[in-house]
């Protein structure tokens, strides 16, 4: 398993490299997914605000955003390495925007952080919400991660 961190500038002292790290090795572990490799970049809302008018055609901010390196919807698959481990893609975290949702639900940025970091990994391990069966399911899956990071907000 192997998880990279990237931070924009400006961003670098936001999380930590080791926190965000664990935070994504615990979701896939959870998942079972110790053969998987992705990445995280720590970004502002302008970047993210880019990304989502460029590749979601949505503009407006948002929180995170994952790339999952699996077939898109032309049935084009991404050419990944064949070394036996399963790339499955980049989350990216407006900073900013964290901030602000955590102070809406009350608790500390890293928690949050820590949410939306959970929930774009689960995205790239094809988990989705679209319907309120499978949201369900992924908040389930997102809240039973969070449990088992307490330690890190306390």
Known sequence: MEVSVSYDEGF???????ILIRIATT?????NAEDA?????MTGQEYI???NNEYLHADHDTDVLSFAMQE????MDFVVPDDGIRHIGE???SYPQAEIQAKEHGHSAMKETAI???HGTLHLLGYDHD????KTVMWKHTDDIIEELKDIFE
Not at 12 to 18: F, G
Not at 27 to 31: D, I, V, W, Y
């Open 12 to 18: 670098e002292n936001c999380v930590a490299e080791e």
């Open 27 to 31: 979701a896939l572990k959870h998942e």
């Open 37 to 41: 490799e992705m990445s995280i970049l």
């Open 49 to 51: 605000l880019e990304l």
């Open 72 to 75: 898109n919807e032309e049935g």
């Open 91 to 93: 989350v990216v975290i």
């Open 116 to 118: 939306l970091l959970v």
């Open 131 to 134: 319907i309120e069966e499978r």
